[in-house]
């Protein structure tokens, strides 16, 4: 199902479809596209929604350019993209000066320019940079200088390409704030320039010693979708399987639970742990899947039978041959079992598929079930044998072509009850009790 949202300009609401969503440092971008394929680039701050713009081009050092190059992107129909959007809530398309003016109460003088300098491809670069000098050269004039370090240590993080902020950070004065941040333990032990810290440990990948550290941070500052971006990006290394299903329980539908502990599954070094969370959300296609690529590590053939039985019939014939290998591969030792769990799969098999493929995939095999497979197939266009093959179908619970065929036989034999029981026996299987009772009517009336 495509992800959508809804963008509203001068009080007109329009519905886009997303394409991707990328998270870059503090940012999130969504790209959506309108009709006529008209383009548009939704910015959020952290897990605010700042504004949306139109993007005809993308500039080469552009902060945008940057992020889709450098940042983690999702597909439209990823949990992650979901669990920020918000499908009924329209975003706000505003001019710049209406988003200047609407975060200059809400965030400091950092964090402004910083959010600005996300525009960069939409606003004009001189705007952008007098910002930067203006606020710096303040607190430069007031004795501020840890601050006025601060901003351009910033700002160089979302505008590398800065030659004014480059320059002065290397100015004598601030020799003293260098050194201090080049001490990057003791500022994440302060946690003090908290955007500063973000940025760099955003572009190490998050390493391992200070992955608890930067989520204890993101839990203060309530950031939630932060925390599950960063727990599911590193969830192998943090082994933080229950911090992970707080989040995900209460940012995600259901279904996307079963999506991201499905791909978290495919990385996580204690894949038993993530089958556990599968079971609890019925999730066993995942699971189904996880087996067939892993069928090596099937211990609980109880459980893998039990996926076997809950997943529909669609979703199992979408990885058949894999499926019927993997039966082949687990249960080579043991022909009972064998037996008793190909029964149970070709009877899904066959609603969808037509019985030679089933019988080419299994042409090595020699079981019961196989030659009952095999004589289906001798039986079917033999006008003479429909009660035979009625009766094979009937057994492998394909209730609507058993129907036909004892139907056949009942036009044949009128006199015969035996179709006439499994008509009954059919039709109450696949649950029409009218119809099932008027052959009940017919086996009562049949004389002896």
Same mark, same amino acid.
């Given at each position: 199902?495509?992800?959508?949202?809804?963008l509203?300009?001068?009080?007109k609401?329009?519905?886009?479809?997303?394409?991707q969503?990328?998270?870059?440092?503090?940012?999130?971008?969504?790209?959506?596209?309108?009709?006529?394929?008209?383009?548009?680039?939704?910015?959020?701050?952290?897990?605010?929604?700042?504004?949306?713009k139109?993007?005809?081009?993308?500039?080469l050092?552009?902060?945008?350019?940057?992020?889709?190059?450098?940042?983690?992107?999702?597909?439209?129909?990823?949990?992650?993209?979901?669990?920020l959007?918000?499908e009924?809530?329209?975003?706000r398309?505003?001019?710049?000066?209406?988003?200047?003016?609407?975060?200059?109460?809400?965030?400091?003088?950092?964090?402004?320019?910083?959010?600005?300098?996300?525009?960069?491809?939409?606003?004009?670069?001189?705007?952008?940079?007098?910002?930067?000098?203006?606020?710096?050269?303040?607190?430069?004039?007031?004795?501020?200088?840890?601050k006025?370090?601060?901003?351009?240590?910033?700002?160089?993080?979302?505008?590398?390409?800065?030659?004014?902020?480059?320059?002065m950070?290397?100015?004598?004065?601030?020799?003293?704030?260098?050194?201090?941040?080049?001490?990057?333990?003791?500022?994440?032990?302060?946690?003090?320039?908290?955007?500063?810290l973000?940025?760099?440990?955003?572009?190490?990948?998050?390493?391992?010693?200070?992955?608890?550290?930067?989520?204890?941070?993101?839990?203060?500052?309530?950031?939630?979708?932060?925390?599950?971006?960063?727990?599911?990006?590193?969830?192998?290394s943090?082994?933080?399987?229950?911090?992970?299903?707080?989040?995900?329980?209460?940012?995600?539908s259901?279904?996307?639970?079963?999506?991201?502990?499905?791909?978290?599954?495919?990385?996580?070094?204690?894949?038993?742990?993530?089958?556990?969370?599968?079971?609890?959300?019925?999730?066993?296609?995942?699971?189904?899947?996880?087996?067939?690529?892993?069928?090596?590590?099937?211990?609980?053939?109880?459980?893998?039978?039990?996926?076997?039985?809950?997943?529909?019939?669609?979703?199992?014939?979408?990885?058949?041959?894999?499926?019927?290998?993997?039966?082949?591969?687990?249960?080579?030792?043991?022909?009972?079992?064998?037996?008793?769990?190909?029964?149970?799969?070709?009877?899904?098999?066959?609603?969808?598929?037509? @019985?030679? !493929? &089933?019988?080419?995939? =299994?042409?090595?095999?020699?079981?019961? #079930?196989?030659?009952?497979?095999?004589? $289906? %197939?001798?039986?079917?266009?033999?006008?003479?044998?429909?009660?035979? @093959?009625? !009766? &094979?179908?009937?057994? =492998?619970?394909?209730?609507?072509?058993? #129907?036909?065929?004892?139907?056949?036989? $009942? %036009?044949?034999?009128?006199?015969?009850?035996?179709?006439?029981?499994? @008509?009954?026996?059919?039709?109450?299987?696949?649950?029409?009790?009218?119809?099932?009772?008027?052959?009940?009517?017919?086996?009562?009336?049949?004389?002896?």
């Amino acid at each position: 199902m495509m992800t959508t949202i809804q963008l509203m300009h001068n009080k007109k609401t329009m519905r886009f479809n997303v394409v991707q969503m990328t998270i870059y440092k503090q940012a999130k971008i969504v790209e959506a596209t309108g009709q006529k394929n008209q383009s548009y680039h939704l910015f959020f701050y952290k897990d605010r929604y700042i504004n949306a713009k139109k993007t005809t081009s993308i500039q080469l050092q552009s902060f945008l350019k940057n992020a889709l190059q450098y940042g983690h992107t999702f597909a439209a129909d990823h949990p992650l993209t979901k669990a920020l959007l918000n499908e009924e809530n329209a975003y706000r398309l505003t001019s710049n000066n209406q988003m200047v003016q609407k975060l200059t109460n809400k965030l400091n003088e950092t964090e402004m320019l910083y959010v600005l300098a996300m525009f960069d491809n939409y606003v004009n670069e001189k705007k952008i940079e007098a910002l930067c000098k203006k606020t710096f050269y303040n607190y430069r004039r007031n004795g501020q200088l840890k601050k006025a370090f601060r901003i351009l240590a910033n700002y160089v993080q979302i505008r590398p390409h800065d030659m004014f902020a480059k320059d002065m950070l290397h100015h004598f004065d601030f020799q003293k704030f260098k050194d201090q941040y080049q001490d990057i333990d003791q500022l994440t032990i302060e946690w003090s320039d908290p955007l500063y810290l973000e940025s760099v440990y955003f572009e190490q990948n998050f390493p391992d010693p200070v992955i608890n550290s930067v989520i204890q941070q993101y839990h203060i500052d309530n950031r939630k979708f932060d925390q599950l971006f960063l727990i599911y990006i590193k969830c192998s290394s943090l082994k933080a399987v229950a911090k992970l299903d707080g989040l995900a329980q209460e940012l995600l539908s259901m279904q996307d639970q079963i999506v991201l502990w499905e791909e978290v599954l495919a990385e996580y070094p204690e894949p038993k742990e993530i089958i556990e969370k599968l079971v609890k959300l019925n999730g066993y296609q995942a699971i189904l899947r996880h087996y067939l690529h892993h069928n090596e590590a099937i211990e609980d053939h109880e459980l893998f039978e039990k996926a076997l039985e809950s997943v529909s019939t669609d979703q199992l014939t979408e990885d058949y041959q894999p499926l019927l290998q993997t039966l082949l591969t687990v249960y080579k030792d043991d022909a009972a079992q064998l037996e008793r769990v190909l029964h149970l799969t070709i009877k899904k098999l066959l609603q969808h598929l037509p @019985l030679k !493929e &089933i019988i080419t995939s =299994l042409k090595d095999t020699e079981l019961p #079930i196989m030659q009952k497979l095999r004589k $289906m %197939e001798k039986l079917t266009d033999n006008p003479d044998q429909q009660f035979a @093959l009625g !009766e &094979i179908y009937f057994d =492998l619970e394909q209730y609507d072509q058993a #129907i036909a065929c004892f139907e056949w036989e $009942m %036009e044949l034999t009128p006199d015969d009850p035996a179709p006439i029981q499994y @008509l009954y026996k059919s039709y109450l299987a696949k649950g029409d009790k009218e119809q099932a009772n008027t052959y009940k009517q017919l086996m009562v009336n049949i004389p002896s």
